[in-house]
């Protein structure tokens, strides 16, 4: 399985792609589009742009955002069973998961997002918790940081590929990378002795990372700082100590 997939390489990855139980992730240019969840919840957050997402008893004015790094998001969930439309002009990440209940649409706007800076010295970050634990959703779980230019994220380095409630849970995990100049670069590392794996990549705006298992430490080159949205889905169900980045 091929867990970096560059920009231009991938546009949606689905259960059986990635070769796990649940997450499905995608980013997407949209002007008009239909659909509906089906068995599946939505998490759909405005990378840049403005849009509409409208459905039976909802009408969600998205934006504008001038993009992640100028602006707080504006995120959308859609519970299962839903039909929706959307109409702008935005780029959006959707990430979604089959689940069991059917629980309400909800559009969590800027200011209601909360904004943590983590960590200390050159692990300095900021966190900004979306679709977080206490949040009504049922498997997914959604986060964007943004890492300052030479510094670290996701650490120390942690992992969530056991059951081992409250420490640590079961996760799949996508890292979706955004850059504010072409140049830019960071780097991802993957390891897990468990699974013989240690690899370390280097990555760019638009790439994507699967993490179905292991420690996954992430550092920003110097010159540019770095974003990446993390979208999640739980095996089982998630606490929050499973949401360290």
């Given at each position: 399985m091929k867990l970096h997939r560059r920009a231009g390489e991938w546009s949606t990855i689905t259960p059986s792609d990635a070769g796990w139980r649940y997450l499905t992730f995608g980013v997407e240019r949209v002007a008009t589009v239909e659909g509906e969840t089906g068995s599946e919840e939505f998490v759909l957050v405005l990378l840049e742009g403005a849009c509409t997402i409208s459905g039976d008893g909802f009408a969600f004015e998205l934006g504008p955002r001038a993009g992640v790094f100028e602006q707080l998001p504006w995120t959308v969930y859609l519970p299962r069973d839903t039909p929706y439309r959307i109409e702008g002009d935005a780029e959006l990440a959707i990430a979604s998961a089959p689940v069991e209940r059917r629980l309400e649409p909800i559009l969590q706007r800027p200011e209601?997002?909360?904004?943590?800076?983590?960590?200390?010295?050159?692990?300095?970050?900021?966190?900004?918790?979306?679709?977080q634990p206490g949040f009504p959703a049922e498997r997914l779980l959604v986060v964007e940081v943004l890492t300052p230019s030479?510094?670290?994220?996701?650490?120390?380095?942690?992992?969530?590929?056991?059951?081992?409630?409250?420490?640590?849970?079961?996760?799949?995990?996508?890292?979706?990378?955004?850059?504010?100049?072409?140049p830019a670069f960071a780097f991802q590392r993957l390891y897990s002795p468990q699974h013989d794996v240690d690899e370390t990549w280097a990555v760019r705006g638009g790439d994507v990372v699967l993490v179905p298992y292991g420690y996954h430490p992430f550092t920003a080159a110097p010159g540019y700082d770095f974003y990446y949205l993390n979208a999640l889905a739980a095996i089982e169900w998630w606490s929050p100590a499973s949401a360290f980045r």
């Open positions: 209601e997002v909360e904004v943590e800076v983590r960590g200390a010295g050159n692990a300095t970050r900021q966190i900004n918790n979306m679709i030479g510094s670290w994220s996701s650490y120390p380095p942690h992992k969530h590929d056991e059951e081992r409630p409250p420490d640590e849970v079961k996760l799949e995990e996508v890292y979706y990378y955004r850059a504010p100049a072409e």
